[in-house]
């Protein structure tokens, strides 16, 4: 599978698989899939839509059980993962400190530190006059920002993002792309993150893995070729193109074969 890993993953899967319902009415959702996640890296996960994506994103959140096979998180400290949803996931009840402080005082950090935290990463962001706001007054591009620092806010070891950009425009999603690009080249978080634009895959991944259709399994691996730290210019290389077209040669046919009921 490729060149070895400098340092044991941070995540691994072993024969991993999820079914849901039983009887006839059963779907195999996932699997058995095995995947790898080196510290540091920022693994890309592609795949037609019902792949089994979501559900392994959340068994490595820990919201879900495997059927069969495992899932291991190799943490270091007791906040190994954060998860930012496609719905975003923030509560509109709590001003936009309040969500970002959200899970330091879940970890208990005392008040202080915890807002100075969450401002921090609320300026790092560009929505340091935004704090004592409510989500309700925030644009999508903003709410999703706010999602992004409460993950990063509890600096945590692994980073699950499910599309967290798919409900946003092209411009904002190339600005926000080029944000979390900067922003995860300088913290080095362990990442996997699913979606569904090749484009954004190429441009954030130290890898880009291929689902086959449902069951989902990791069909191929592809590492961009552009050194770090890199830039959204990359966009207009030549090589990002044939990548590109190379991957969705690869999707191509498991898109169809989703397509076509079994
Ligand atoms: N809680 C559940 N109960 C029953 N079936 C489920 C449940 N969650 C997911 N599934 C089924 O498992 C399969 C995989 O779903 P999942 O949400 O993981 O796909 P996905 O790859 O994330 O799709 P998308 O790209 O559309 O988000 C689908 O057939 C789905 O209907
Ligand atoms: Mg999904």
Sequence with gaps: MGDPHP???T???TA????????????SALGPLDLEVARGEFTCVVGPSGCGKSTLLRIAAGLLRPSTGRLEIRAETDRPAAMIFQDYGIYDWKS??????????????PRKDADARA???LSRLGLADFADAYPAALSGGMRQRVAIARALAVEPEILLMDEPFAALDAQLRTILQDELLELTQTTRTTTLFITHSLEEAIVLGDRVL????????????????????????????????ALKRELWDLLRGEVRTEAVPA
Aim: no cysteine; glycine share 10%.
């Design 11 to 13: 995540l691994r899967a």
């Design 119 to 121: 401002r921090d990463w």
């Design 210 to 241: 291929v689902m086959s259709a449902r069951p989902g399994r990791i069909l191929a691996e592809r590492r961009p070729p552009f050194a770090r730290p890199r830039s959204g210019d990359i966009r207009d290389a030549a090589e990002f193109a």
């Design 7 to 9: 340092t044991p993953p």
């Design 96 to 109: 936009v400190l309040a969500n970002v402080r959200f899970g330091l005082d879940v970890q208990r950090v």
């Design 16 to 27: 991993l698989g999820r079914t849901f319902g039983r009887g006839p009415g059963k779907v």
